[in-house]
């Protein structure tokens, strides 16, 4: 199985929105609803940020969206702040009752 | 609370076999309705889902890895294991426990670095 597709590195100021794409296959993320995002700092354990494509576990801020449209996932962070700077992985249940990963995107808080 | 614990040597010779262990604790490994898997990620690289498992037994595993990778529990320790077999230097990772549903891993242990070297 191939790693979901993300862009390398996106960047904004603080204050603005910007958003991650997850390009996957109808075997993954075009095939489920079951799409999910993890903020990783440096040296941590990932963090689960959305699940399910939308959904925001308890204590997740608002700020941080998600949606799917075909076999391309999206996560948006609005109102960018510097504690917003990490890694964001996107993932995705497939077709093979197995789990695959994006490719990862660094975001630089100018 | 929930904890996940990786323990395992952090150094491994070239061609020998990979185990780890991780011990869950706060939570039962056979509630219902979660399992529970191992995530790698290779220095400065990206998330590798590796394995899955259910307390019953039912593993799944990533195709690229299959032949050289077995995931097992012990119900009795709450605990998981993780094998890799002939182990290279593209195994040198941060291999992380995690626990999941279909949607998500909603929780991770804080990993363990596992080095292949002569």
């Known amino acids: 199985q191939s790693a979901l597709t993300q862009p390398a590195s996106v960047s904004g100021s603080p204050g603005q929105s910007i958003t991650i794409s997850c390009f996957g296959t109808?075997?993954?993320?075009?095939?489920?609803?079951?799409v999910s995002w993890y903020q990783q700092h440096p040296g941590k354990a990932p963090k689960l940020m959305i699940y399910d494509v939308v959904t925001r576990p308890s204590g997740i801020s608002d700020r941080f969206s998600g949606s799917k449209s075909g076999n391309t996932a999206s996560l948006t962070i609005s109102g960018l702040r510097a504690e917003d700077e990490a890694d964001y992985y996107c993932?995705?249940?497939?077709?093979?009752?197995?789990?695959?990963f994006g490719t990862g995107t660094t975001v630089t808080v100018l | 609370q929930l904890q996940l614990q990786e323990s395992g040597p952090g150094l491994v010779k070239p061609s020998e076999t990979l185990s780890l262990t991780c011990t869950v604790s706060g939570a039962s490994i056979t509630n219902c309705c979660y399992y529970w898997g191992w995530v790698r990620q290779p220095p400065g690289k990206g998330l590798e889902w590796i394995a899955s498992?259910?307390?019953?037994?039912?593993?799944y595993y990533n195709p690229s890895l299959k032949s050289r990778v077995t995931m097992s529990v012990d119900t009795s320790r709450n605990q998981l294991s993780l094998k890799v077999t002939s182990v290279t230097a593209t195994d040198t990772a941060v291999y992380y426990c995690a626990r999941h549903l279909m949607n998500s891993h909603d929780f991770w242990g804080r990993g363990t670095l596992v080095t292949i070297s002569s």
């Open positions: 109808r075997s993954d993320v075009g095939g489920y609803y079951h």
């Open positions: 993932s995705s249940f497939t077709t093979s009752n197995t789990f695959v």
């Open positions: 498992v259910y307390y019953t037994g039912s593993t």
